[in-house]
């Protein structure tokens, strides 16, 4: 037996915990954008994005403040906590999934730990794995928790995207929109309860970064009053390629998840929640997986591609609804730019 003392307390390796998804929570903001709306500035309609997307409409924060990430984190956070009853301090550590930081220094996480008064001195960190971001937060947490080295982790993927997007470039603007989920996770030491996450697969590569990028705005080229006059800052996308690669990865990976949980097949799954870029990939994969579309949980119409969020948003609605119940087997995958990819398999 191991003993590792940490400025929330003292905690002792004695052999894997469980770790269990304690509550969920979520955040939108208030400003929604209709297809119609877009189509009032630029040459589209709501019929061309909707059959190209499923994207009917989306949320977008407002620039005034009170909606940038780490705010939206904070009410998501608070529900969290709340459907957890547990209180801000007995959080061990952030994890932030985002690639729209409100700065890039401090990190989100710092500065969501002041927000929900945590005083306890938590570990604090941001991950940047783009639309993959809140299962790489998730799968870390859980090898934090299986180890003993913390008990309750918050996990956030929360995303502004609506600063990052060319509003001129129909190719883009259309997908995206902004939000927050997040999931407090802790140690499960309940031997009648059956909750636990069963098994984590965590991917990436690399040679597919030209389908999905942001040139500008990092320390190879800082964003200068040319760059920013040009709009060459703002997301760029190989649509067509993206489209293939995500089908493929979200398939693949979700498979080798189901394997590695140990379950006989895709049919044993209760749920499976993917990540929201684009309806036409999500009914491609469900069909390669061969799941019934009646489990797949989809909410991409009214709320677009919220990279980072999509699934724990997704996840928190369906919980709240009552589809989603305790001991169902649930699977989540997703994949984004890098190109980074990730699944997961649990017991709700």
């Known amino acids: 037996m191991f003993n590792y003392s940490f400025g929330v307390g003292v905690y002792y390796f004695m052999g894997l915990y469980r770790a269990k998804i304690l509550g969920t929570g979520l955040y939108y903001p208030q400003k929604v954008v209709t297809n119609d709306d877009l189509a009032r500035s630029i040459d589209t309609s709501d019929q061309w994005i909707t059959e190209r997307t499923g994207i009917k409409k989306r949320r977008i924060s407002s620039t005034d403040g009170g909606e940038f990430p780490t705010d939206m984190a904070m009410n998501a956070a608070f529900i969290a906590l ?181 379950l006989k097949g895709i049919d044993e799954i209760d749920w499976f929640i993917p990540h929201q870029a684009n309806h036409r990939i999500l009914e491609a994969t469900a069909d390669r997986l061969s799941i019934d579309p009646k489990k797949v949980i989809i909410n991409i119409e009214d709320y677009a591609n919220t990279s980072a969020a999509t699934i724990p948003t997704a996840f928190h609605q369906a919980v709240s609804d009552g589809r989603i119940k305790r001991g169902q087997l649930l699977l989540f995958s997703a994949f984004g730019g890098g190109l980074t990819s990730a699944s997961t398999v649990l017991r709700y």
């Open 82 to 262: 709340k459907n957890a009853n547990l209180s801000a301090n007995d959080i061990n550590c952030i994890i932030f999934a985002t690639f729209t930081p409100d700065y890039r220094l401090p990190n989100c996480a710092t500065i969501l730990q002041t927000k929900l008064g945590i005083t306890n001195g938590c570990a604090a960190m941001d991950i940047a794995a783009a639309c993959s971001g809140f299962l790489y937060g998730l799968n870390t947490a859980n090898a934090f928790i299986q180890t003993g080295m913390m008990k309750n982790i918050l996990v956030i993927g929360s995303e502004m995207l609506s600063r990052e997007v060319d509003w001129s470039d129909r190719g883009t603007c259309i997908l995206f929109g902004d939000g927050c989920g997040v999931a407090l996770v802790g140690r499960n030491e309940d031997a009648n309860d059956s909750s636990e996450i069963l098994a984590t697969k965590l991917g990436a590569d690399g040679s597919g970064r030209d389908f999905l990028y942001q040139t500008y705005g990092g320390s190879v080229n800082p964003i200068t009053p040319e760059i920013a006059a040009s709009r060459e800052r703002y997301l760029t996308m190989n649509g067509k390629e993206m489209f293939k690669v995500a089908v493929r990865t979200l398939a693949e990976i979700s498979l080798s998840a189901v394997e590695a949980a140990g």
